[in-house]
T-cell receptor, first 113, second 115 residues
Framework: GENVEQHPSTLSVQEGDSAVIKCTYSDSASNYFPWYKQELGKRPQLIID?????GEKKDQRIAVTLNKTAKHFSLHITETQPEDSAVYFCAASIPGGYNKLIFGAGTRLAVHP | EADIYQTPRYLVIGTGKKITLECSQTMGHDKMYWYQQDPGMELHLIHY???????EKGDLSSESTVSRIRTEHFPLTLESARPSHTSQYLC??????????????FGPGTRLTVL
């Protein structure tokens, strides 16, 4: 079955620096890759997603890249701010699973002023 | 306002009790999901539903059961709570898109503690 690995598990950066989180997936038939942000005590919220027919997608300071050949995708946050501090989860769709997702283990990002 | 609601938000209960976690959505979505998450850790799918009278078990084995009698309502029941059930339970929903995957929207969660 599908498996998603996420690295690093923790990431500490200075305000203004860039942060990169990487995920790999196992099933080449996966076609949808969302990223969720979960602040302490709050619900996960989608911040960006990408489908397998696209290699890169940007939304202001956030970008996601997808390499289907290597089966990995990455989240890039530029000009980090303290409010970016949260746990970030990547996910991959389960092929034929009608919108079922399998999540990575999460990355705890800390942005220091 | 369209949203997903979960009650209770916090529940502390003794071993052996029967509990039901409520989830309702006013998003008009067909698909609904239950995830189990230890704080800050990975989300594990335990149940999902494509619509009324459709329920399936997820990837993580769970002793809980679910029902889907109404589109907007997807309660989760534990017949006999145990300390190993202590966790956060997140409900989510998404539009039906056939084979097209759509964003899952999450509720605020229920934090369950079984003593």
């Amino acid at each position: 079955g599908e498996n998603v690995e996420q690295h690093p598990s923790t990431l500490s950066v200075q305000e203004g620096d860039s942060a990169v989180i990487k995920c790999t997936y196992s099933d080449s038939a996966s076609n949808y890759f969302p990223w969720y942000k979960q602040e302490l005590g709050k619900r996960p919220q989608l911040i960006i997603d990408i489908r397998s027919n696209v290699g890169e997608k940007k939304d202001q300071r956030i970008a996601v890249t997808l390499n289907k050949t290597a089966k990995h995708f990455s989240l890039h946050i530029t000009e980090t701010q303290p409010e970016d501090s949260a746990v970030y989860f990547c996910a991959a769709s389960i092929p034929g699973g009608y919108n079922k997702l399998i999540f990575g283990a999460g990355t705890r990002l800390a942005v220091h002023p | 306002e369209a949203d997903i609601y979960q009650t209770p938000r916090y529940l502390v209960i003794g071993t052996g009790k029967k509990i039901t976690l409520e989830c309702s959505q006013t998003m008009g979505h067909d698909k609904m999901y239950w995830y189990q998450q230890d704080p800050g850790m990975e989300l594990h799918l335990i149940h999902y539903s494509y619509g009324v009278n459709s329920t399936e078990k997820g990837d993580l084995s769970s002793e809980s059961t679910v029902s889907r009698i109404r589109t907007e309502h997807f309660p989760l029941t534990l017949e006999s709570a145990r300390p190993s059930h202590t966790s956060q339970y997140l409900c989510a929903s998404s539009e039906f898109g056939g084979l097209v995957n759509n964003e899952q929207f999450f509720g605020p969660g229920t934090r369950l503690t079984v003593l």
